[in-house]
């Protein structure tokens, strides 16, 4: 119970800090009214993992931006099935400066939050977690997006945070899944990581804000 109040605090004081830092960005952006920036993102680590994933993020002039990611898989061969749907949501402030005018560009830290749902069996012994507030979790992340070209960029995230999860888990018979036990997980560390292809949608809006 420590330990969860712990995290909490610690969330609650990076969320006053995304505030403070969104008030200076406001300040020090008076000036610059672009519009919003559209970007789709695809995390190649997920797709390595064959899990399908797409997502979009919307950023204004204050260099706050809002993500949203789907991750979707269902693969059944023969008793081995893989299964994960997950929804992860991040707000994020990127650091730029009046020489680094890009949007989605350079240094970046964020909250996010994360919820899933997935069932894997591979023969004997099956794991399932059956809805999405089974399992969830929340963190910190920081990241640099490097500009690959003016549509695109290649965004690096790491995120340490917490995450739990209940879960089933059963073996497989002849007609039916019969379940062993009911377990939980609970873990502080490492819990997100992307390797994020980024298109820049909207990219020809901002040629008189920034020099693309």
């Not at 695809?42 to 931006?65: F, H, K, M």
């Not at 749902?117 to 990241?143: A, E, H, P, V």
């Not at 995230?157 to 377990?183: A, C, I, M, N």
């Not at 873990?187 to 809006?205: D, M, S």
Request: charged share 20%.
């Amino acid at each position: 119970m420590k330990r969860e109040r712990r995290i909490t605090a610690a969330f609650l004081m990076a969320a006053m800090m995304l505030v403070t830092m969104t008030a200076t960005a406001q300040e020090y952006y008076r000036e610059q009214r672009p519009p919003a920036a559209v970007q789709l993102r695809a995390n190649g680590l997920y797709y390595l993992a064959a899990c399908p994933n797409i997502g979009v993020e919307i950023q204004t002039d204050l260099g706050l931006a809002w993500q949203l990611d789907y991750i979707g898989a269902w693969w059944n061969s023969n008793r081995h099935y893989y299964s994960n749907y997950a929804l992860q949501t991040e707000g994020r402030y990127y650091f730029m400066s009046r020489t680094e005018k890009m949007p989605y560009y350079g240094h970046h830290v964020g909250l996010y939050g994360q919820l899933a749902t997935y069932d894997f069996c591979f023969g004997s012994k099956g794991y399932l977690s059956r809805n999405l507030d089974y399992s969830w979790g929340i963190g910190i992340s920081y990241g640099y997006a490097f500009r690959l070209s003016k549509h695109w960029n290649l965004d690096l995230t790491v995120g340490l945070g917490y995450f739990q999860s209940k879960y089933d888990v059963y073996h497989p018979t002849t007609t039916w899944y019969t379940r062993d036990e009911t377990r939980r997980l609970r873990f502080f560390g490492p819990t997100k990581l992307e390797v994020t292809f980024v298109w820049n949608i909207n990219a020809k809006n901002y040629k008189k804000y920034y020099v693309l």
